[in-house]
């Protein structure tokens, strides 16, 4: 059950960051620039709050790495990280391989 949850909630992640690539794809075409929307952007649009609490989180439990770091990470492209996020949920629920020459029980 668990695997079918992380593999669904996986694919719609990944659904959401083809949607987040098409959307920065035609934005760039029509400007004529390489153009992205960052993660902190589309954070803010959804919840402005959380993404303040977890910032402040972040640099009070993790000051050392904020500015080098973590900061950087909230500037990538929002596609990048839901779709890496998404890959990651997808092969956690993927299904075993069946061993070869093994008995199961």
């Given at each position: 059950?668990?695997?079918?949850?992380?593999?669904?909630i996986?694919?719609?992640?990944?659904?959401?960051?083809?949607?987040?690539?098409v959307?920065?794809?035609?934005?760039?075409?029509?400007?004529h620039?390489?153009?992205y929307?960052?993660?902190d952007?589309v954070?803010?649009?959804?919840?402005?709050?959380?993404?303040n609490t977890?910032q402040n989180?972040?640099?009070?439990r993790l000051?050392?790495?904020?500015?080098?770091?973590?900061?950087?990470?909230?500037?990538?492209?929002a596609w990048?990280?839901?779709?890496i996020?998404?890959?990651?949920?997808?092969?956690?629920?993927?299904?075993?391989k069946?061993?070869?020459?093994?008995a199961?029980?």
């Amino acid at each position: 059950m668990i695997r079918f949850l992380f593999r669904f909630i996986g694919l719609c992640l990944l659904a959401t960051a083809f949607v987040l690539f098409v959307y920065d794809g035609t934005k760039s075409i029509a400007n004529h620039d390489l153009l992205y929307t960052k993660l902190d952007d589309v954070w803010a649009i959804v919840d402005q709050n959380s993404l303040n609490t977890v910032q402040n989180w972040l640099k009070q439990r993790l000051s050392w790495a904020w500015d080098p770091y973590l900061q950087g990470g909230f500037d990538l492209p929002a596609w990048v990280v839901v779709g890496i996020a998404a890959t990651l949920l997808i092969l956690l629920g993927r299904k075993r391989k069946p061993l070869i020459g093994y008995a199961r029980d």
